[in-house]
């Protein structure tokens, strides 16, 4: 419990309605996507800066537990707040500050839409790359705070190369300022790559400055089916490798097309595999580009291909991809969606494995993703009420992971690691790394408030996979 002298300081920088400690708030905030829940004591909405900089100080001084939130939608508990204590939502923070399209930036509060940034920045040719599925009910703090990506990661690359710039506070209560508003810059340690993907353990961000590119003027999608994974994934690498550059390349496998078949007409019944690609640059695309990369496309295994030029063409091609999630739910009442990454010439071995742990463990497997980053979504499907069932998937889950690190891959490639992959952290990495990463979270966060209980293991603990906990 937060004592009445904690509530006193808060209620006195915020005001009453600003600082709330009813149930019906603190339900409100005690979960996010992932469905796992732990009530807070009190939720507190800031509305700059130096609000940020008093919560926070009046926190490390009574050693309250401080979760920041944006939206909510991620997948892996990372603002659920597992202690107790405040939950800071940037939720009255999410203006616009200033949009400069001559230098390609906008600058915005952590609290601004994904899609607010996307519908601004389009005025003038512009967007920022980071694109997940939740961009319509993502914050930009939320994308910065998990290193958030999306299809478009295979060409821009994912959040963390298209932040200039922070301002956020840390574990004492004090805001600060890194990285720069220029393209370039080498000077000192780069500590905005830093807080990005750091899920709010280091500091709390309240302002981004975001690098914008350009929109390109012409695009094609193509929908290729292919005989088996093995065939997909040749394709794959010829098209990372060829003058067109690819801006996006989805991979749905076999049981994946088994689903959309029923709602999505002509995919071939031989196929295992199909690759949603998308291809775009800054001028027309002419005949001869066309005709060799539909060439290079109609390599061993290619049993379908279809070409969208207009844009409601390539709306039904993204269809197919766009029609999964609801498909799984048709399935089975519980999911486990993780986002692991292998080199793309595992990616065969990826899919053979998952399929094979789940026929193993007896729990349905579904797997699709970005295939050009290879980052492969593994889906495992299972009835929660059946306590069986749901132990086997998460024996699953430990098995997809120990599968994935023995393939020289990496257990999150998006969404990252918050509360339900904190048990495999010390698995894939170095002890001297993960002991460096807890020394920078003490520099920043001397009293352990700052979302506690996330993405480090404590010291000591041990380097096998295990399996996940948390709250319920």
């Known amino acids: 419990?937060?004592?009445?002298?904690?509530?006193?300081?808060?209620?006195?920088?915020?005001?009453?309605?600003?600082?709330?400690?009813?149930?019906?708030?603190?339900?409100?905030?005690?979960?996010?996507?992932?469905?796992?829940?732990?009530?807070?004591?009190?939720?507190?909405?800031?509305?700059?800066?130096?609000?940020?900089?008093?919560?926070?100080?009046?926190?490390?001084?009574?050693?309250?537990?401080?979760?920041?939130?944006?939206?909510?939608?991620?997948?892996?508990?990372?603002?659920?707040?597992v202690e107790g204590g405040v939950v800071l939502s940037t939720e009255r923070m999410r203006a616009i500050l200033e949009f400069a399209p001559?230098?390609?930036?906008?600058?915005?509060?952590?609290?601004?839409?994904?899609?607010?940034?996307q519908h601004t920045a389009r005025t003038r040719g512009l967007f920022w790359p980071p694109d997940p599925s939740s961009a319509s009910h993502s914050t930009v703090g939320g994308n910065i705070a998990t290193n958030a990506g999306g299809p478009r990661a295979v060409r821009y690359g994912t959040t963390r190369d298209h932040v200039l710039g922070l301002v956020a506070v840390d574990g004492r209560g004090r805001a600060f300022r890194c990285g720069v508003r220029t393209p370039k810059s080498s000077v000192g340690y780069d500590l905005t790559r830093l807080l990005v993907g750091s899920e709010g353990t280091l500091a709390v961000i309240t302002e981004a400055t975001l690098h914008l590119v350009p929109c390109a003027s012409d695009s094609l999608t193509y929908?290729?089916?292919?005989?088996?994974?093995?065939?997909?994934?040749?394709?794959?690498?010829?098209?990372?490798?060829?003058?067109?550059?690819?801006?996006?390349?989805?991979?749905?496998?076999?049981?994946a097309l088994q689903l959309i078949r029923s709602e999505i007409p002509g995919i071939p019944e031989a196929g295992r595999a199909l690759l949603l690609i998308e291809l775009e640059q800054n001028r027309?695309?002419?005949?001869?580009e066309t005709a060799m990369f539909e060439a290079l496309l109609a390599r061993e295994g290619l049993i379908d291909l279809e070409r969208a030029d207009e844009e409601t063409a390539r709306e039904s091609l993204w269809?197919?991809?766009?029609?999964?999630?609801?498909?799984?739910?048709?399935?089975a009442p519980g999911k486990i969606n993780e986002d692991v990454v292998v080199?793309?010439?595992?990616?065969?071995?990826?899919?053979?494995?998952?399929?094979?742990?789940?026929?193993?463990?007896?729990?349905?497997?579904v797997t699709f993703g970005h295939a050009g980053s290879g980052n492969l979504h593994v889906n495992l499907l299972f009835d929660p009420a059946d306590p069986a069932?749901?132990?086997?998937?998460?024996?699953?889950?430990?098995?997809?992971?120990?599968?994935?690190?023995?393939?020289?891959?990496?257990?999150?490639?998006?969404?990252?690691?918050?509360?339900?992959?904190?048990?495999f952290m010390a698995a894939g990495l170095d002890p001297v790394t993960l002991d460096l990463m807890?020394?920078?979270?003490?520099?920043?966060?001397?009293?352990?408030?700052?979302?506690?209980?996330?993405?480090?293991?404590?010291?000591?603990?041990?380097?096998a996979c295990a399996e996940p906990g948390g709250p319920t």
Do not use: W
């Open 1 to 81: 419990m937060i004592p009445n002298s904690t509530l006193d300081v808060l209620r006195s920088v915020l005001g009453e309605t600003r600082c709330r400690t009813d149930p019906a708030t603190t339900l409100a905030y005690s979960y996010d996507n992932s469905r796992l829940h732990h009530r807070p004591d009190a939720v507190v909405f800031p509305e700059a800066t130096g609000e940020v900089e008093a919560i926070v100080a009046c926190a490390a001084k009574d050693r309250i537990p401080l979760v920041a939130r944006g939206l909510g939608s991620n997948t892996t508990g990372a603002s659920v707040p």
């Open 102 to 117: 001559d230098d390609r930036l906008i600058v915005t509060e952590p609290g601004a839409l994904n899609t607010d940034v």
């Open 223 to 255: 929908r290729a089916v292919y005989r088996s994974y093995e065939e997909a994934t040749r394709a794959i690498s010829a098209i990372l490798n060829q003058p067109l550059p690819p801006s996006a390349i989805e991979f749905l496998d076999e049981r």
């Open 284 to 288: 027309p695309f002419t005949p001869p």
């Open 319 to 331: 269809l197919a991809r766009k029609s999964l999630s609801p498909a799984l739910r048709r399935l």
């Open 343 to 365: 080199p793309l010439s595992r990616l065969p071995a990826l899919v053979d494995a998952v399929f094979a742990i789940g026929s193993r463990q007896k729990t349905e497997v």
């Open 389 to 423: 069932a749901d132990a086997r998937a998460r024996s699953a889950l430990s098995e997809v992971f120990e599968a994935v690190l023995g393939l020289d891959g990496a257990i999150s490639g998006e969404h990252g690691i918050g509360l339900s992959k904190r048990p």
């Open 438 to 463: 807890r020394d920078l979270k003490t520099l920043f966060d001397p009293s352990g408030i700052l979302n506690p209980g996330k993405l480090l293991p404590p010291r000591g603990a041990d380097s």
